[in-house]
């Protein structure tokens, strides 16, 4: 598994390289590594602070607001589409607060894509079921202690399967970690812009909750142990004055692959949702595939294994 992966990042042009035993342990000299232990090492990989860049994103628009191509509307959520004349020709939507036109409209509303598609098509005959669910995560951050000192971002194997829920694949001689009712976790081990570490991550099926289950933390905790030895000997109550937890409702998609397209029946409705836990990382180039297909654009991507179409009808 380890080698298709590098294949496939070297094909991609991409640095790679897999790492075994003492080549590793020269990389991570805390992480615990079996004479089967290996790694794909991806030098020049990096990871977004998820407030810093969508901050970063946000200041960046409202350079843009001088020009009236740019603004911002909190707290003022849609209610309708606006329609031209009899035909479903969108031509803007109506707030709660504002009535705002424009050439396309995009629904980019993550776990939430699918409820609010469904209350803007009520009153039509346009039948539409956006399959995005609600996937809950949580991030263990360790705030002002440093109980182990990492040189790279690391996760095991089994993070980067998207299909798998309940059995993952580890770099360790131990069974798959299933936590029961559809609960996974696999260890990710970061350190934030900040220098703070953060631990993870889990994948559950729950609804919209965003309550913080203790149950869930013991296990990151505990699965964190399995690939650094030196956690195995604190308590994870050691640390619970700098400690925070992070939970987010990831959008799900069933086939791994985010729906980027026009709404069949709407051709100027447009959705972006189901990136899962790559929202931010995909961000920008999804917004390029929705402005090649809003201006009519060839682009250079292929749209159609992202279509609404066949996926959502």
Not at 28 to 36: K, M, N, S, T
Not at 181 to 203: I, K, P
Not at 204 to 215: A, N, R
């Amino acid at each position: 598994m380890l080698k298709r992966r590098v294949k496939q990042l070297s094909e991609a042009g991409l640095q790679a390289e897999c790492l075994y035993s003492s080549d590793l342990l020269l990389e991570e000299p805390e992480l615990a590594v079996g004479e089967d232990g290996g790694a794909a090492f991806v030098p020049d990989d990096c990871q977004f602070d998820a407030q810093r860049t969508a901050s970063f994103i946000e200041k960046a628009n409202r350079h843009f607001a001088s020009k009236g191509r740019y603004a911002e509307f909190y707290n003022d959520p849609v209610n309708c589409l606006l329609r031209s004349g009899s035909s479903w020709e969108v031509e803007g939507v109506q707030t709660s607060k504002n009535t705002l036109y424009s050439k396309a409209i995009v629904v980019a509303a993550g776990s939430w894509s699918g409820s609010l598609m469904h209350d803007l098509l009520r009153d039509s005959d346009i039948l539409l079921d956006v399959p995005v669910k609600p996937r809950k995560g949580h991030l263990l951050v360790l705030e002002n202690v440093m109980p182990l000192k990492l040189n790279h971002g690391l996760m095991e194997m089994g993070y980067v399967d998207h299909q798998t829920v309940n059995r993952l694949a580890t770099i360790s001689a131990s069974e798959p970690h299933d936590c029961g009712q559809d609960l996974s976790v696999s260890m990710t081990a970061t350190l934030d812009a900040m220098g703070n570490l953060v631990l993870g991550s889990s994948r559950q099926f729950v609804g919209f909750s965003s309550e913080v289950d203790e149950s869930t933390i013991n296990h990151i905790w505990t699965r964190a142990g399995e690939f650094f030895p030196k956690l195995r000997d604190l308590p994870l109550s050691h640390f619970s004055k700098g400690r925070k937890v992070r939970i987010g409702l990831r959008p799900y998609m069933f086939d791994g692959k985010p729906i980027i397209g026009s709404v069949p029946g709407l051709p100027n409705v447009f959705l972006a949702t189901g990136h899962e836990g790559e929202g931010l990382t995909l961000a920008l180039g999804t917004a390029e595939m929705v402005a090649d297909m809003v201006l009519g654009n060839p682009g250079t991507i292929d749209h159609a294994p992202f279509a609404v179409h066949g996926r959502c009808c």
